[in-house]
């Protein structure tokens, strides 16, 4: 059968001052640290919708997450949802209070301020070019991606890519960009520590980054008169941190949601509260605001740029070559519709060989 004949199903994708505590707020804990990084497996293309049986009317009912009537509750009320079984290949980020940004960093990551998120769900790897070339084919992402070998292979992470074919892609899978509040939640835990590990600063042991020589972690690149600048490396080559997300520093960096504001002072209330968007919430047009965001740092960059409360300016349709990339977030609704899911037949499981990573590319 054709990709055309099957884009209307389920298209498989080869897809120093301390910084204050927030006040404890109950929240489901993360499970263990997983053991070493398995190859992520394809997602299979997920319609936006999932429904309960339909009502008397004959209209279906939009399935909605259960949420303990004796939970806690977020500053407006809303009970905080617990973490249920995670779509494929997604980790639950528990909700309540969190530390977002810091006192210590550059003026653009200041004040750092509790705010407070609903539970949401994170893709534990980044996407990698498998995954995006296959939405490209089934005509749901417009082109993108690197514009080097040695950035192209099919488990290294999608690069050269604009904001909007990032939120494409998030989008044909039912999911969507995480807000940044969100991504640093999912890359600080619990604690709020600056780094996914804790407060260790970032080594080529725990991050694909630029070491002390300026030599690249990540391997180094085939076809170059400087090789060693380096190159992603295979999605999830480091150990998973905080909730069992991997590269959550360093190898690409990653697009969140958010218009980019030069402080979260000028930001006011639009970063503050209960799972803030940023301005215009987000969405498009915004008068005043015409950069995106890019949080983590890459392979390309020393570790000082890879902690969690770092933020960089990115024009929404600029297609850096070799930079930025992007995982996918969803939120209660969206998770209830994508569990379930199932995952491509084709696609390396968990301790499957990897052929990519045998090679050492």
């Not at 059968?1 to 120093?16: H, K, N």
């Amino acid at each position: 059968m054709s990709a055309r004949a099957l884009l209307p199903y389920m298209l498989v994708l080869a897809c120093t001052h301390a910084t204050p505590s927030p006040s404890p707020v109950p929240a489901q804990q993360p499970s263990a640290t997983p053991a070493p990084a398995p190859t992520p497996p394809t997602l299979a293309l997920a319609s936006h919708v999932a429904t309960t049986p339909a009502d008397d009317a004959g209209a279906p009912v939009p399935a909605t997450p259960a949420v303990d009537a004796g939970a806690a509750r977020l500053p407006d009320g809303t009970a905080i949802a617990s973490c249920e079984d995670a779509p494929a290949n997604m980790s639950c980020i528990p909700g309540g209070a969190m530390i977002r940004g810091t006192d210590d960093g550059p003026e653009n990551t200041r004040p750092a301020a509790t705010v407070h998120l609903q539970t949401f769900y994170m893709d534990r790897f980044e996407v990698t070019i498998a995954e995006y070339k296959a939405c490209v084919r089934a005509g749901a992402c417009p082109k993108g991606g690197p514009f080097y070998p040695d950035f192209s292979r099919p488990h290294q992470p999608i690069v050269g890519m604009t904001w909007r074919g990032a939120k494409a892609f998030c989008e044909a899978h039912g999911k969507q960009l995480p807000t940044e509040a969100q991504w640093e939640k999912a890359a600080r835990g619990d604690a709020g520590a600056l780094h996914p590990w804790g407060d260790e600063r970032p080594s080529c042991r725990r991050a694909v980054i630029k070491d002390k020589r300026g030599r690249s972690c990540g391997t180094p690149m085939a076809r170059s008169s400087e090789p060693y600048k380096g190159r992603t490396f295979v999605v999830g080559s480091r150990p998973a941190a905080a909730y069992g997300l991997y590269d959550m520093v360093g190898n690409a960096w990653e697009y969140v949601a958010d218009w980019y504001a030069p402080d979260y002072a000028s930001c006011g209330d639009a970063c503050m509260g209960v799972d803030p968007k940023g301005p215009c919430g987000g969405v498009e047009p915004c008068p005043g605001h015409d950069q995106k965001l890019v949080k983590g740092g890459s392979w390309y960059w020393s570790g000082q740029l890879g902690n969690g409360a770092i933020r960089r300016a990115q024009p929404p349709d600029n297609r850096p070559f070799h930079h930025y990339g992007f995982r996918c977030a969803a939120s209660l609704e969206q998770a209830a519709a994508l569990r379930g899911k199932p995952l491509a037949a084709e696609a390396p499981r968990e301790g499957e060989p990897n052929p990519d990573r045998e090679r050492g590319l």
